[in-house]
Structure formats: C-alpha cells, structure tokens
C-alpha cells in the first residue's frame, strides 16, 4: 500500500512540472517610478537586490523556480508584490496613490515587514535582508519623494479620496 501511495505521488510531483506559471519578465518600465522620481544610485541598488523581484515587471528568477511547487509560490508572492506596488508602473497611478504608496514604502520599511522574512529564509537573497542603513537610505528617499510632491502639488490631490458606500435603495 506504501509503495502504491509513494508511486502516486512520484507521477503528481513528474505531471505537476509540465504546469508552469507565466514568468514575469517583460520589463517593459515606461511608467517607472524613475521616469518621474529622482532615484540616486544607492536607492536603485537596494530597490534592485530587495524590491524589484517582486515589484517590478522583471523577474530575476532563482534556480529552484523551476521546479514545481517552488514555482507556484514564488509566482503567489510576485502576483501578491506586484498588486500591492509595482514599481514599473509606479507613475501611470494617481499622484494621490503615488504618494501613498511612498507613504506605505516607508512605513513597511521602517517597521521591517519588507522584504518578507520568507524571502530571506535559509539564507536565501541573504543580498535583500536590509542593513539598519539601507532601511535609513529607503526611508529618507521616501519622505524625500513625498516632500517633493507637496512641493509641486495642491495638498488636497496627495490625499486619497475615501470612498462611501453607494446611498441606500
């Protein structure tokens, strides 16, 4: 019975390889957030090592994403980056989502909720996990962006609208 559940599962981890989710790789950056922001060179290496993989349009894929399931997970996180921020389309959103995602940039930076620890487990992009003076160079970049903004910008259109329910019937 053993040998029977073992064969079983030997041909679903062969036939799950066949299935393999679209790579994110088209780097298409025609509304990158440095086509608007000023991002000097040490804000675009750390966004480069600990952000982009799953907030850009371009994916650089480990070894071990060929494999399945590996590759369903990774394919959940960048699907899961990208909706929250993607830094390929960063400037094609309104000004007032623009600045609150520098806001919530700042914020998950500051309070070391990214990158995500699974992304950094084992040892794994051991080049993401964020020194105290990336975080500080991140978050000061930020606040620079959202300084800038209020500069150029009327104070009413950096703030998101809320949004009310529709009137009762």
Same mark, same amino acid.
């Given at each position: 019975?053993?040998?029977?559940?073992?064969?079983?599962?030997?041909?679903?981890?062969?036939? +799950?390889?066949?299935?393999?989710? @679209?790579? !994110?790789?088209? /780097?298409? !950056?025609?509304?990158? +957030?440095?086509?608007?922001?000023?991002?000097?060179?040490?804000?675009? %290496?750390?966004?480069?090592?600990?952000?982009?993989?799953?907030?850009?349009?371009?994916?650089?894929?480990?070894?071990?994403? !060929?494999?399945?399931?590996?590759?369903?997970?990774?394919?959940?996180?960048?699907?899961?980056?990208?909706?929250?921020? !993607?830094?390929?389309?960063?400037?094609?959103?309104?000004? #007032?989502?623009?600045?609150?995602?520098? @806001? @919530?940039?700042?914020?998950?930076?500051?309070?070391? @909720?990214?990158?995500? $620890?699974?992304?950094?487990?084992?040892?794994?992009?051991?080049?993401?996990?964020?020194? /105290? $003076?990336?975080? %500080?160079?991140? +978050?000061?970049? #930020?606040?620079?962006?959202?300084?800038?903004?209020?500069?150029?910008?009327?104070? /009413?259109?950096?703030?998101?609208? =809320? =949004?009310?329910?529709?009137? #009762?019937?």
């Amino acid at each position: 019975m053993l040998k029977k559940i073992l064969i079983g599962l030997a041909i679903v981890l062969v036939v +799950i390889q066949f299935i393999k989710p @679209e790579k !994110n790789l088209s /780097d298409d !950056n025609t509304y990158a +957030i440095a086509t608007k922001y000023d991002v000097p060179d040490d804000v675009k %290496q750390i966004l480069e090592v600990a952000c982009n993989d799953c907030h850009s349009n371009k994916t650089a894929y480990p070894w071990y994403s !060929n494999f399945q399931p590996a590759a369903w997970f990774l394919n959940d996180h960048v699907v899961d980056g990208k909706k929250h921020l !993607n830094l390929s389309t960063f400037t094609k959103m309104p000004i #007032a989502v623009q600045n609150h995602k520098l @806001e @919530e940039t700042k914020e998950m930076v500051e309070k070391k @909720e990214m990158p995500l $620890e699974s992304y950094t487990y084992f040892g794994l992009h051991k080049e993401a996990k964020l020194t /105290d $003076e990336q975080r %500080q160079i991140l +978050i000061t970049w #930020a606040e620079a962006q959202m300084d800038s903004l209020k500069a150029h910008y009327p104070a /009413d259109s950096l703030v998101m609208k =809320r =949004r009310t329910p529709p009137p #009762a019937e």
